[in-house]
């Protein structure tokens, strides 16, 4: 008599003594067998005993079970038994509900990132932009800019990169002074954000808070 239920996979009656004995236990929850007598008794090599039990039954305990769907846990040894019961049998989730909670989880994601996407359309796209002439710009915002879309733009010049793509010192000597060029540039209306920058571009509440560089 054991504690341990055992599902067998064959209906070879030796090999099924030979796995009843393996997870036997005492009345003081300790294995009635060596592992080295089961062995010599079935005339296989120890190391090769584990392989043939996990491969012939399934061991599970009451309890042990997925706090989800209730799927038994499948002991794959004597001493993974003995680990996951020292205390409590721990929470643990079968595969196809770790996999169902996984897909739920990025479709939620997904979900949430289409809707702050919307968003950020609605409040970035589709606004009138008119074409700048050249000559109504200062002559440090016309360096600025062309700094910029020299150093950041696009093969198809359609939008600039963040300037954490390049790396500190390319765009001006340092990063306060990008900063603030930037805001010159911003301020006189000669730069904007695209709504399809990555969304951590964005504030994670508002996107109005939109990351510049
Ligand atoms: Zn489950």
């Not at 009345?27 to 592992?35: E, H, Q």
């Not at 090599?45 to 079970?65: E, F, M, Q, Y």
């Not at 799927?71 to 019961?85: A, D, F, K, M, Q």
């Not at 050249?134 to 800019?145: G, N, R």
Request: net charge negative; hydrophobic share 35%; charged share 25%.
């Amino acid at each position: 008599m054991s504690i341990v239920q055992l599902e067998f996979l064959t209906q070879d009656e030796v090999r099924i003594a030979l796995c009843r004995k393996y997870w036997e236990m005492n009345s003081d929850l300790r294995f009635a067998y060596k592992t080295t007598d089961i062995a010599r008794e079935n005339s296989i090599k120890p190391r090769d005993l584990i392989g043939i039990v996990t491969s012939l039954c399934n061991a599970t305990l009451l309890g042990d079970v997925c706090s989800e769907c209730g799927t038994p846990y499948i002991y794959s040894s004597r001493e993974n038994l003995l680990r996951r019961n020292r205390g409590l049998p721990p929470l643990w989730l079968c595969e196809n509900c770790t996999q169902r909670r996984e897909e739920q989880r990025a479709a939620a994601q997904a979900a949430k990132d289409a809707e702050r996407r919307n968003l950020i359309q609605s409040i970035y796209g589709n606004v009138p932009r008119g074409p700048r002439d050249p000559i109504t710009l200062s002559f440090e915002d016309a360096v600025f800019l062309t700094s910029l879309v020299r150093l950041c733009g696009t093969e198809d010049l359609s939008h600039i990169r963040p300037l954490v793509s390049v790396s500190i010192g390319s765009f001006s000597p340092t990063k306060k002074f990008d900063d603030s060029i930037l805001k010159q540039l911003w301020d006189s209306d000669l730069i904007f954000v695209h709504p399809d920058s990555p969304l951590e571009a964005f504030g994670e509440e508002n996107p109005l808070c939109a990351n510049m560089v």
